[in-house]
């Protein structure tokens, strides 16, 4: 019996193969309440096509519930999303196909597959066989996953870890397994990547190496996307970010550029200090 024919993938990706543009993101009005605490209120932020934006904070800000609201694991009592100039009502099993792919705080590899297949495992809705079908042996799933196997050896390639495409994740340093997650991510042809922390864990030379590869992804030719960034480690955020928002409380308390945000006293006294103003 033929499986249930799905929907083609939306990958933004044009006739001639080539991703043309990040997509863009707008958050109105959005809250969220856990019981009595109110974890965001009002919270409208833009991540304009081609951008990387930070959404910084201290700790409880209410990052992490940003980020949960746009994946659909956290529905809001309040607001809208709109993802390019389209309303959006996340689910997370559909996200990657409306091509918006999250990284995790620390790494999410699976143990138990190699490098390779879990960055395959990162593709799965680009195929049409499906990597578990893949994976099984089934039939019509040749073509697919050799396709898959390729853009995946890609993209260990691009993110420097091809090398290691045959180890497996829990032997490999923790730089290393951040690159993977990173080739996972983009191996899903994101239009916009939400980044949790990869810099948490680094040291400052991955770090350097981290924000020229953030830097470039708006303008990647293999697929270029816009760039949510959640992020403590402020020196990354500066350098990277071409917009900031930051909350307080679950509140935006400024949104602007880097020099913006570093010169706004109301920013350095609610959070940042010396960190920012040095
Ligand atoms: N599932 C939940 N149930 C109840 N309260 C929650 C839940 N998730 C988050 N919170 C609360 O909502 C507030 C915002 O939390 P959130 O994790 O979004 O902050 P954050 O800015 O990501 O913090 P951090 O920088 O420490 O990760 C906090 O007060 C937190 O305790």
Not at 54 to 81: M, W
Not at 173 to 182: E, G, S, T
Request: glycine share 12%; hydrophobic share 45%; net charge negative.
């Amino acid at each position: 019996m033929s499986p249930p024919s799905a929907d083609p993938p939306d990958t933004g990706i044009g006739s001639t193969g080539i991703r043309n543009t990040g997509a863009s993101l707008d958050l109105s009005g959005i809250g969220v309440n856990f019981g009595g605490l109110v974890a965001l209120e009002d919270v409208s932020l833009a991540v304009p096509a081609g951008s990387v934006v930070g959404v910084i904070g201290p700790n409880g800000a209410g990052k992490t519930t940003l980020f949960n609201v746009v994946c659909g694991f956290v529905e809001p009592s309040n607001g809208s999303i709109t993802f390019d100039g389209r309303p959006l009502r996340p689910k997370p099993h559909q996200l990657a196909r409306r091509g918006i792919v999250r990284t995790l705080q620390g790494v999410g590899l699976f143990r138990g597959l190699s490098v390779l297949e879990n960055v395959m495992a990162g593709a799965t809705h680009t195929s049409d066989a499906g990597f578990l079908s893949a994976l099984f042996g089934l039939p019509r799933s040749d073509r697919d996953e050799r396709r898959l196997r390729a853009e995946a050896v890609a993209r260990l390639d691009e993110l420097g870890v091809a090398d290691h495409a045959g180890a497996y994740p829990e032997t490999l340093p923790y730089a290393v397994r951040k690159r993977v997650a990173l080739a996972r991510a983009l191996v899903a042809r994101p239009r916009l990547l939400l980044l949790d922390e990869p810099a948490g864990g680094l040291s400052a030379e991955d770090i350097e190496e981290l924000a020229a590869l953030i830097v470039g992804l708006p303008a990647r030719s293999e697929g270029a996307c816009s760039v949510m960034l959640v992020e403590h480690h402020m020196d990354l955020v500066m350098q990277v970010c071409t917009g900031i928002v930051v909350l307080d409380f679950g509140r935006v308390i400024a949104s602007g550029t880097p020099q913006e945000i570093r010169d706004n006293p109301a920013v350095a006294e609610a959070y940042l200090g010396a960190e920012v103003t040095s």
